[in-house]
């Protein structure tokens, strides 16, 4: 299957400071990204859809300028955690499809700010 | 409003045995239902699609069937083995766009 990689697997970041996450699809080139975010054994929920070259998509309720996403090219999207606070902390993960296919999902990120 | 329901109670079965998890949703047409696993930590790994014209898939030890007059999903795993001790995500998809909406999981643990 499809490779996405996600870096880092973990971050621990000061409140207050910003934290890049980087999303690759290694072996195809993706239509589309997603980022999610997952509290401890709850869902996954969805916070914005990327399209290389083109504003992310973000969905009711997410910040656009606490969660920057880039998508520069077909293999990355990054997405940024500005001025994280300690409610920021959870696990994110991205995942990429091609068209009409099974979403590919990052190791995923689990981020702690203190 | 939109639902959908997995069992978050955990599944706890002996091995061997065949485990059986539901997949119900509301208010949701999707033209995909997709089964992923995830394991503690880690990111889904996708399992199996079926599409709204399907009725059954089957790959390897694993079955999933999709009634959508029930809006229901049943994914079933046979000969179950300690290893597939995991968390399993049922998540749909909209005809009209890629976006996954996902279920909070069943998790499964299998006895040796």
């Known amino acids: 299957g499809a490779v996405v990689s996600q870096h880092p697997s973990r971050v621990i970041c000061k409140s207050g400071t910003s934290v890049k996450i980087e999303c690759r699809s290694l072996?195809?080139?993706?239509?589309?990204m997603f980022w999610y975010r997952q509290f401890p054994k709850q869902s996954l929920m969805l916070m914005a859809t990327?399209?290389?070259?083109?504003?992310?998509?973000?969905e009711q309720g997410v910040e656009k300028d606490k969660f920057l996403i880039n998508h520069a090219s077909l293999t990355l999207s990054t997405l940024t955690v500005t001025s994280a606070h300690p409610e920021d902390s959870s696990f994110y993960i991205c995942?990429?499809?091609?068209?009409?296919?099974?979403?590919?999902f990052g190791q995923g990120t689990r981020l702690t700010v203190v | 409003s939109q639902k959908i329901e997995q069992n978050s109670e955990a599944l706890n079965i002996q091995e061997g045995k065949t485990a059986t998890l539901t997949c119900n949703y509301t208010?949701?047409?999707?033209?995909?239902l997709q089964w992923y696993r995830q394991d503690p930590g880690r990111g889904p790994v996708f399992l199996l699609l079926?599409?709204?014209?399907?009725k059954e898939k089957r790959k390897e030890r694993l079955k999933v069937t999709f009634d959508t007059t029930l809006k229901q999903s049943l994914f079933h795993i046979t000969a179950s083995q300690p290893a597939d001790s995991a968390t399993y995500l049922c998540?749909?998809?909209?005809?009209?766009?890629?976006?996954?909406?996902f279920g909070s999981g069943t998790r499964l643990l299998v006895r040796p």
């Open positions: 995942s990429a499809t091609r068209k009409n296919t099974e979403a590919f």
């Open positions: 072996d195809f080139q993706a239509t589309t």
């Open positions: 990327s399209n290389e070259g083109s504003k992310a998509t973000y």
């Open positions: 208010n949701y047409s999707p033209a995909y």
């Open positions: 079926i599409r709204e014209n399907e």
């Open positions: 998540a749909l998809r909209m005809d009209s766009s890629y976006k996954l909406i």
